[in-house]
């Protein structure tokens, strides 16, 4: 079985060392639930059938579009977050990732880190300042690619980060994740009632 890095390797991306993670980050923990954002939060979504003959390819293209056009990543700089747990028993962390100029996201990297199979993705990946999120999900007949500009405005995240905060999902020996979904609500207090 291909390690951590060599799985990352495959889907065309990088670890970028010595890069440090921010105060203020959304938590990963909370981006869990990006997928029950609805399209008045500012959810724009590409939704593929399992069974289109040019899956692969489609999603891949369908990723790549909105993560240009969402703001995840330039043409000239590709490097973007990713929630990452090395060890399935691990709580999800942000690491600094960069595109190669080889990629299959949908393919080779939902194959190994980036989802159960080919074609079928999990993953949430976050633009370096924070304000983009994009995140794709297997449903039974659909895989879904979606971004989401400003992810502090959405209601269902915030939502989701009050109940992380109140210390409710921290377990004995893992890192507590309250404190970082506290942080990242006061960061952003005062914001807009729509996207």
């Known amino acids: 079985m291909m390690g951590a890095v ?11 060392d010595g890069w440090t993670e921010p ?29 289109e003959p040019r899956l692969r390819e489609r999603a891949n293209a369908d990723w790549y579009r909105l993560a240009v056009e969402g703001g995840l990543f330039s043409e000239t700089d590709r490097r973007f977050l990713l929630a990452w747990a090395p060890e399935e028993d691990e709580p999800a962390r942000w ?3 960069e595109l190669r100029s080889e990629w299959d996201i949908m ?52 939502n989701w980060a009050e109940v992380v905060a ?11 994740v309250g404190p970082a979904a506290r942080r990242w609500l006061d960061a952003h207090r005062d914001f807009p009632d729509t996207p």
């Open 23 to 51: 105060d203020g980050l959304v938590p990963t923990v909370v981006t869990g639930q990006a997928a029950s954002c609805p399209a008045s939060d500012g959810r724009v979504e590409a939704m593929l059938d399992v069974l």
């Open 95 to 97: 690491i600094c990732v």
């Open 107 to 158: 393919g080779a990297g939902a194959a190994g880190p980036l989802g159960s199979a080919s074609c079928r993705p999990e993953f949430r990946m976050l633009s370096l300042d924070g304000n983009v999120l994009l995140f794709a999900t297997t449903w039974e007949h659909d895989i879904s690619t979606s971004v989401l500009k400003a992810p502090h405005r959405s209601r269902v995240l915030r």
């Open 6 to 16: 060599e799985s990352l390797a495959a889907a065309g991306l990088r670890i970028v």
């Open 166 to 176: 109140d210390g409710s999902l921290d377990h004995p020996g893992e890192p507590p």
